[in-house]
């Protein structure tokens, strides 16, 4: 069934959310390096990292405080990114709409896709590549990136894809390390403290 734009709201700009959203996006990808690195730092320079911490080391210590915060802080960030893109998402299917485009997609539609499971991993690829056809005009736009590089958007949505899948691998691992060990992984911060 396609929606008309007849009940269409109108076009009203999206640009100060893209931009925030990019900002959003370049942030998170920011902290994610740097979480990496802190991961890296814990595992690989300090090999016997849990022997340490449980014997009170205050670096290794420190150094796995470094590491919890900024996986607090990376997912605070991934929230706030996550909630700007479907903003503005929102926005832009709205906006497809008022253009005058027929579109199959409701502003509403395009949010809630992103939770519903089976669905969230095919559908959005769908609603974004719907919003990119329905606002640019029939005649192909000179210099337009994506029509030129048609494998753009399919690549990008395999990534988002495969980095979920990996994200997903990596925090059932973390969690299940943690939950085998959570003094080891927490207890370090009294007996660090204490033991000087």
């Given at each position: 069934?396609?929606?008309?734009?007849a009940?269409?709201?109108?076009?009203?700009?999206?640009?100060a959310?893209?931009?925030?959203a990019?900002?959003?996006?370049?942030?998170?990808?920011?902290?994610?390096?740097?979480?990496?690195?802190?991961?890296g730092?814990?595992?690989?320079?300090?090999?016997?990292?849990?022997?340490?911490?449980?014997?009170?080391?205050?670096?290794?210590?420190?150094?796995?405080?470094?590491?919890?915060a900024?996986?607090?802080?990376?997912?605070?960030?991934?929230?706030?990114?996550?909630?700007a893109?479907?903003?503005?998402?929102?926005?832009a299917?709205?906006?497809?709409?008022?253009?005058?485009?027929q579109?199959?997609?409701?502003?509403?539609?395009?949010?809630?896709?992103?939770f519903?499971?089976i669905?969230?991993?095919?559908?959005?690829?769908?609603?974004?590549?719907?919003?990119y056809?329905?606002?640019?005009?029939?005649?192909?736009?000179?210099?337009?990136?994506?029509?030129?590089?048609?494998?753009?958007?399919?690549?990008?949505?395999?990534?988002?894809?495969?980095?979920?899948?990996?994200?997903?691998?990596?925090?059932?691992?973390?969690?299940?390390?943690?939950?085998?060990s959570?003094?080891?992984?927490?207890?370090?911060?009294?007996?660090?403290?204490?033991?000087?």
């Open positions: 069934m396609i929606a008309t734009a009940a269409a709201k109108p076009f009203k700009s999206g640009r959310t893209a931009i925030f990019t900002v959003c996006v370049l942030i998170s990808q920011l902290v994610n390096a740097l979480l990496v690195l802190s991961e730092i814990s595992l690989y320079v300090v090999p016997d990292w849990e022997t340490r911490m449980a014997d009170g080391d205050l670096a290794v210590g420190l150094i796995a405080f470094a590491v919890f900024g996986a607090l802080l990376a997912t605070i960030v991934w929230v706030v990114t996550a909630a893109f479907l903003v503005w998402l929102h926005g299917v709205r906006n497809v709409r008022a253009l005058g485009s579109t199959w997609v409701t502003p509403r539609m395009a949010v809630l896709c992103w519903v499971p669905l969230h991993l095919f559908r959005p690829y769908q609603v974004v590549k719907s919003v056809r329905g606002s640019q005009p029939e005649a192909a736009v000179r210099g337009d990136f994506i029509a030129r590089y048609r494998y753009v958007l399919p690549l990008w949505w395999a990534a988002w894809v495969v980095a979920g899948c990996l994200g997903n691998v990596s925090l059932r691992y973390s969690w299940s390390t943690m939950l085998r959570p003094r080891r992984r927490f207890g370090w911060t009294w007996s660090a403290f204490q033991s000087r």
